[in-house]
């Protein structure tokens, strides 16, 4: 199974991006999907997790700010952010908690994308 973010770039201060993850490759079950952030010299930082069944949840320096959604059907989680700000200039994770069917067995693990780049810069 693999992950590919798009949608990341340069926007201005106060601006819109839509970011999008896919999953390729055999899946069962989605149990979670979400975004996630690292700035240099820091731990990686929840932006959003949208779990099945679960109550989503957004980091605080973008609650208010974000709206993460997933269909579950195309494998693909999206992440909108809003009111853009410098600070949010960072590599932005797509991370899916999946499940696989082996054999008889149900297998899940955490996989994640490569990462996309956004930019917020007058």
């Known amino acids: 199974v693999q992950l590919q973010a798009f949608g990341g770039g340069l926007v201005q201060p106060g601006g819109f991006l839509r970011l999008s993850c896919t999953a390729s490759?055999?899946?069962?079950?989605?149990?979670?999907a979400g975004w996630y952030r690292q700035f240099p010299g820091k731990q990686q930082e929840l932006v959003a997790e949208?779990?099945?069944?679960?109550?989503?949840v957004y980091g605080d320096s973008v609650k208010g700010r974000c709206t993460i959604s997933r269909d579950d059907s195309k494998k693909l989680v999206y992440l909108e952010m809003d009111n853009l700000k410098p600070e949010d200039t960072v590599v932005y994770y797509c991370h899916f908690l999946l499940q696989t069917l082996q054999g008889d067995f149900v297998h899940e693990f955490h996989t994640w994308g490569q990462g996309t780049e956004v930019t917020v810069s007058s």
């Open positions: 949208l779990p099945s069944g679960s109550k989503t």
């Open positions: 490759g055999s899946i069962f079950k989605i149990s979670a």
